[in-house]
């Protein structure tokens, strides 16, 4: 039957609606940010969705005991490194940093074993690498740091390659709840300076980049924790570009006044007061990290992606718990995740705030001599661990948006 004229043009009209419609759905697919993201809402991303407050544990042996003593502080969540553990390689896990090949086997068992601890104690873990193929962890690496990564792209695949291993085999752990791709990374200041910062974030961008897809190909779901470079100083988020996914932490370290903060202060500098010719309060501290929130604005990125992964300083600096109370109270404003550094550190008592100020027994120290591993003395009402625990007790007070 044939079709009075003016339907025929209606029906071509809306016919070229449509298809109009549809390419410009298209274009618009295809622009930069505006991809559909497979992993637009990862069901681990919900653990986030709170202030989360937690620890590191860097410690050679993990004590179920420790974890328990942790969770009656209010400790949310624990950023757990692997680096310290033993091996019959090189290097835990990785074999050897310098050709990496697949992961080992013996190695994976071991760290099975422990998070199977954190999942019967129900604690949350951050799967954190201090060193990677081409980039070892200094302290195994003769006290040198190790730029290879950064001018290879040979040790940039074999690191992408090292970590879609480590996830699919760690890929039905619902307790990891982050992983954290490259503990402090440097890019920056390990190019002989020749690197500008912009130069050096755009190739830790990139890696990053590659990094997270390699990942979503076999994980979809646990979030990756990406720290910004110069050894994660909130500074460096000034240079920073946001990654395409919907799983993504941004992280920073906060121990600025370094001058303060290092055990090396040994009393010379006291805060809030004059560090190495500038003063030191709150104003100056939350100035400091200034950047965090101008990225924020700038990305439209929600305080829920933003985790200071590690704060501290040497427990015998004077004004430590003023110190604690401020760093705490500006993430507390800012409604960002933190974790302080460390809970019951092993191999160095110089950030266990449980210990306070006090001068360790010389009984300690004769039991370390014997290679036994003794318990040091341990008081939570210490001021400089009260302190932070005064920060753990806060709960979960607000839910972000």
């Known amino acids: 039957m044939k079709l009075p004229t003016n339907l025929q043009n209606q029906m071509l009209w809306k016919e070229k609606v449509i298809f109009r419609c549809m390419f410009m759905a298209f274009l618009i697919l295809l622009l930069p940010g505006c991809t559909t993201n497979k992993n637009e809402n990862p069901k681990k991303m919900i653990f986030w969705n709170n202030v989360r407050r937690g620890t590191n544990i860097f410690n050679v042996h993990i004590s179920r005991e420790d974890i328990r003593i942790a969770k009656k502080y209010g400790i949310k969540f624990v950023r757990l490194s692997l680096d310290k553990w033993p091996t019959k390689r090189r290097d835990f896990l990785i074999g050897d940093a310098d050709n990496y090949m697949t992961l080992d086997q013996d190695d994976l068992t071991f760290l099975k074993k422990v998070l199977a601890i954190f999942e019967e104690e129900k604690m949350p873990v951050i799967i954190t690498m201090l060193g990677l193929p081409g ?40 307790i990891i709840v982050g992983y954290n791709i490259l503990n402090e990374p ?176 010389w009984s300690y120290w004769k039991a370390v001599e014997r290679g036994e591993t003794p318990t040091p003395p341990r008081d939570e009402s210490s001021p400089r661990f009260a302190a932070i625990k005064r920060g753990l007790e806060h709960g979960e007070i607000r839910l972000l948006s």
């Open 186 to 361: 440097c890019p920056d200041i390990l190019s002989n300076n020749s690197t500008s910062k912009r130069e050096a974030q755009r190739v830790l961008y990139d890696f990053y980049v590659s990094v997270v897809s390699e990942i979503r190909e076999v994980e979809p779901n646990t979030p990756i924790i990406l720290d910004c470079a110069e050894y994660a100083d909130p500074g460096m988020l000034r240079h920073l570009r946001p990654i395409n996914d919907g799983a993504i932490i941004y992280s920073f370290h906060m121990y600025e006044p370094y001058e303060y903060t290092n055990h090396k202060n040994d009393g010379k500098y006291i805060y809030p007061g004059t560090i190495n010719g500038k003063y030191w309060d709150k104003n100056d501290l939350e100035n400091y990290m200034k950047a965090v929130n101008d990225f924020q604005r700038i990305h439209k990125i929600q305080s829920n992606r933003i985790l200071v992964g590690e704060f501290g300083g040497y427990r015998k600096q004077r004004g430590l718990p003023q110190y604690f109370e401020d760093l705490i109270g500006i993430f507390e404003k800012n409604g960002w995740h933190w974790a302080f550094y460390a809970f019951r550190e092993g191999s160095w008592d110089g950030m266990d705030y449980e210990i306070g100020d006090r001068r360790l027994p």
């Open 135 to 174: 980039c070892r962890w200094r302290q195994h690496n003769q006290g040198k740091d190790d730029s290879r990564i950064w001018h290879d792209s040979n040790y940039q695949k074999q690191a992408i390659h090292f970590w879609k291993d480590l996830t699919r085999a760690l890929r039905n752990y619902s």
